[in-house]
């Protein structure tokens, strides 16, 4: 049968193909089997059928269809400007974009419509900002109404892009038609024209520095108080003084002046550390822009990775901030944040344009500036709940600091102290390492939690735990199942985060929430789970009914600790986005290697305790972990777990280890009869008759070099030998 294209482009045949089609496309029958069957082959099609069909068979929800013409018009491989060409040139821009909508509601076309609908983008983008494109938009200013209005509408899509050459005319200062249009259109670029505007202050002529005073003035945005109020003290010109006084009580609502303009870029760096959204020009995208302004070149920009634009931004300010103050602080400690955030954020194999490779590491900065500072940092990445930053500034205060200053903190804060309470485990361990290495002779408030969490280290570093809510019984079943495939153990299912409170409790932690609630439900979880202490910082995937999802999901967009999903997602993309989720929350997990690494750090720590005899971190307190890892364990890690039980002053350790003892064989065997002998010199024999003639039998029946070590240890223990003899003939 030969298909005819109606109007919209899509491959409809009349009746024997559609059942029925109401209106635009009110009330619709799904497209039959044989016009699936029957429809010309995709690879056969122009772009612009595939372009109208795409569309057509999203609005009538044939989503397989959809998905097999969006398929073959990415693999055709047009470039983002030859998309938007064909868009335009096909005449239904207003019906793809409808289309792009519905699609990003569908599960099985949400992936797809997102890499149209990007390339739709960043071809309009690269468009706008093209300089030829920018020049030739600006010389329009001054001609017809008409167009003007398309010019001013480009120049504004360009946004930061068409700076340097709006700014080029203010200070050729050869047209003042022009230079009018442009200083408007300046203005109403607003916060796109702030941060180029404020590079430019610094270094343009003084004529150029009042007019973009006047400009910035005109668009009243905060971030430019900084620049104003550094140009007015700096400048000796008179007009231009008066210019930036003006231009700052338009953004301040008044004429008062503050006391430091150090403490305004300070300011400022915390908004940009922080990512402020209103500081953010190109939201979405890989690159922003940072800016310079050079006497002899003019305004240029460079491009800078998105995930490192805010701590560039950061550290460039505070410098400013210490330039104007070297004392002060609070910019000294945001500097060496955001650089450490910088080092942590860039991508693998990026060549940051403002931090080279040859200059010093993130964490040399950081070791140098010494304990106080560090632990500043540590206490901000505990209130940011920001895990990366808070694990490389421990290890930056364990390489510097010592004594009781870890533990001293600042003030009335202990940034070290809290990080034993914080819930990721990582963080945890590496603070009570940190303080246990520095060996505290007195005892301060919460030293009661280091050992624990060092003998915590050795059974649990690699164990992920979980907790599922869902309504169903059946729902919560197969989210178990899911999660304990990607080797978490589930430690109890239910409806409300209250109902678990004990097992929480109890738990070594909880590294991922699951839940499939409704939109009531799974708000109420979301704030329970960031209110509970140890869960704040836990991550979250929430899975919605379709509609709750469609209305959420940009609502958490930007949160790295939740993630919603629409419920009909499968399995397998659920456990796709569980270690998404685990991966940008928290990092990788904690692998058998970097678990054993953590084990033999703790184990040796709690060694050197036993045998300092640390009145304030006992190793005694780790003794009933330490003798149930006694039988998890094996290797390297179980032979240390005995030297730290032979060095605690216990009955109790020293009968443990003579039955791992006599469990075990070969060289580990003789491995533990040295570590049975060690506990014995150091607290004499402390075993049972029963264990002692066990011993014996030892003598007996074990290979030669057994019975040499196990009579040497029968001496160790000092028998008497009367003992000895009843022990021999029994």
Known sequence: MQTRRNGFGGAAAGALSLALVVGAFGVVVPVSPALAQQEESTEQMSNEQLLRDFAFFVTIRQDELALAHANELLRRGLSADEFVGLVEDSGVEKKFERAIRTAMQAPQLEGIAAQLNNLFEEGHRARARNPQEISRNIQLLTQNPRARLLARERLLAAREYAVPQLLEVLMARSDQALEGHVERLLVEMGGNAVMPLCAALDGADETTQERIAKILGEIHYPSARASLYDLLQSTRASTVRDACIRAIAQIQGNGELHPSVAELYYQLAEDYYRSSPSLIRFPGEDFQLLWTFDPGIGLYPTAIRTEVFGEARAMELAEKAIQLDDDHERALSLWLAANMSRDINQPSGYENPVYPDDRKSALFYMVMAGSEASQRVLARAIADADTPLMRRTIEALSRSAGGASLWEGLGSQRPLLDALSYPDRRVQFEAALAIGKAKPRAPFAGSDRVTPILASAVRHASARYALVLADSANRRDELHQILESLGYTVLQSGTSISDMAAVISEAPGVDMVVSDLPRSGSLSLIDDVRSTPKLSVTPILAILPGSAWTELISRFATDPLTDVRSRGVSASQISISIEQLALSATGPAVDEVEAEVYALSALSVLRDLAISRNPVLRADDAEASLILALDETSGQVRLSVADVLARIDSGRSQRALAEAMFDATGDDQ????????????????????????????????????????????????????RNLSDLILD
């Open 670 to 721: 003789l491995d533990l009869i040295q570590r049975v002998s060690e506990s014995a010199k150091n607290f004499g024999n402390l075993l049972e008759p029963r264990q002692q003639r066990r011993l014996i039998e030892m003598i007996d029946s074990g290979a030669d070099e057994i019975a040499t070590a196990s009579a040497s240890l029968v001496g160790t223990l000092n028998l008497s030998e």
